[in-house]
């Protein structure tokens, strides 16, 4: 993917920009009522060169525009809403240097968008990634009480490997998930 965007049907994949860190927040705090990354985490993770941050947009979202006329001044600006409104989901992986596996962080699709292979498509671009990075093994942690997302990365031939107890800020517990790239 190297800076270049992948179009699948009317949906955008490509890695995140730093004019995608509001976009982000807000379907952080959308996606997520506990164990949110902070703003300053996810800008972080824009320009990181162990981590892929790989965003998904409607391409044939229609742009707000407001435009701010001041008469007294002759001055016209206009602002657009597009990079707030169009990101419909996104997926992290950190990449641990010096060994073969990587990990899955977080993976988010808005809700009114999901059940639409949104969720899929970008795990599938963090794998390809990931091998291209060198790195054969991807694991993640899902809360135990997430059934669709479990049933989602076993759809993609991820396995349970492990648990952890009480894992998430909720309390729920977590199953450690695993999938062979290569």
Same mark, same amino acid.
């Given at each position: @993917? ?12 490509? &890695? ?67 990079? &707030? ?51 054969? &093994?991807?694991? &993640? ?35 450690? @998930? ?5």
């Amino acid at each position: @993917m190297v800076n270049t965007a992948k179009v699948i049907g009317q949906y955008q994949y490509r &890695l995140a920009q730093k004019d995608d860190l509001s976009a982000l927040v807000a379907l952080e705090n959308k996606c997520f009522a506990y164990d949110k990354l902070s703003q300053r985490s996810l800008r972080h993770w824009i320009t990181a060169k162990h981590g892929i941050l790989l965003v998904v947009e409607d391409v044939n979202f229609d742009v707000d525009v407001d435009v701010d006329v001041d008469v007294d001044k002759k001055t016209t600006h206009a602002n657009t809403n597009k990079q &707030l409104n169009s990101l419909l989901g996104y997926g992290l992986v950190w990449r641990y240097n010096g060994t073969k596996v990587a990990r899955l962080y977080s993976l988010a699709v808005d809700a009114n968008y999901r059940g639409q292979n949104i969720a899929s498509e970008i795990l599938t671009q963090l794998e390809v990634e990931t091998v291209r990075y060198g790195h054969s &093994l991807l694991r &993640l942690e899902v809360s135990q009480k997430n059934s669709k997302a479990i049933s989602l990365y076993e759809r993609l031939n991820y396995r349970v490997f492990g648990e952890y107890s009480d894992y998430y800020e909720d309390g729920s517990d977590a199953y450690r @998930m695993q999938k062979a790239l290569l």
